[in-house]
T-cell receptor
Framework: AQKITQTQPGMFVQEKEAVTLDCTYD???????LFWYKQPSSGEMIFLIY??????QNATEGRYSLNFQKARKSANLVISASQLGDSAMYFC???????????????FGKGTKLTVNP | DAGITQSPRHKVTETGTPVTLRCHQT?????MYWYRQDPGHGLRLIHY???????DKGEVSDGYSVSRSKTEDFLLTLESATSSQTSVYFC????????????FGPGTRLTVT
């Protein structure tokens, strides 16, 4: 069963507007973490924002904020005041605790391609 | 930026040949990971290491092996490459305990003809 679902293969937004990228997750572990990564066309993976399951407040990092709704198991990324440089693939990921060595690994969604139009 | 390098960055090889990809870090992080990225699949974990000589399988480990003889290097080997292993391979590292994010290398584009 898919643990991270990103239902929007592609999204378009006008420059300077806000956009929300959806992410839902599935876990029975009470302790988990949710991440968003950005992958521009150059290919590198860039960490954007993190939300822990016990965090009381939604995470924010500059123009990025995470709309965390625990009961609905959603962790949507909100980008405010979109810029042309925001055009990229965006991946939602969830931290899972491995049974081996206490390692924690990430499970990724399939991504959303965001295009910012001038 | 975290000190992670991958080599080679690009490789074209023929079906049936062995291939080794190298991930090198200068951060002294304990955990290292190999992912593959394919269109429509996002990133999928191949193998990971939680210490020198300590490794475990991820969700797509068939056809791959790994080795970690020292902290800074994590090798991914395709014993006999197949066309289905054409992909972009990413290495990642993280520290422990209480890490917040994984740092990713620049990726290796592998084409198996």
């Amino acid at each position: 069963a898919q643990k991270i679902t990103q239902t929007q293969p592609g999204m378009f937004v006008q420059e300077k507007e806000a956009v929300t990228l959806d992410c839902t997750y599935d876990t029975s572990d009470p302790s988990y973490g949710l991440f968003w990564y950005k992958q521009p066309s150059s290919g590198e993976m860039i960490f954007l924002i993190y939300q822990g399951s016990y965090d009381q407040q939604n995470a924010t990092e500059g123009r990025y904020s995470l709309n965390f709704q625990k009961a609905r198991k959603s962790a949507n990324l909100v980008i405010s005041a979109s810029q042309l440089g925001d055009s990229a693939m965006y991946f939602c990921a969830m931290r899972e605790l491995s049974s081996q060595g206490g390692s924690e690994k990430l499970v990724f969604g399939k991504g959303t391609k965001l295009t910012v139009n001038p | 930026d975290a000190g992670i390098t991958q080599s080679p960055r690009h490789k074209v090889t023929e079906t049936g040949t062995p291939v080794t990809l190298r991930c090198h870090q200068t951060e002294n992080h304990r955990y290292m990971y190999w992912y593959r990225q394919d269109p429509g699949h996002g990133l999928r974990l191949i193998h990971y290491s939680y210490g020198v000589k300590d490794t475990d399988k991820g969700e797509v480990s068939d056809g791959y092996s790994v080795s970690r003889s020292k902290t800074e290097d994590f090798l991914l080997t395709l014993e006999s490459a197949t066309s289905s292993q054409t992909s972009v391979y990413f290495c990642a590292i993280s520290s422990s305990p209480g890490w917040l994010e994984q740092y990713f290398g620049p990726g290796t584009r592998l084409t198996v003809t």
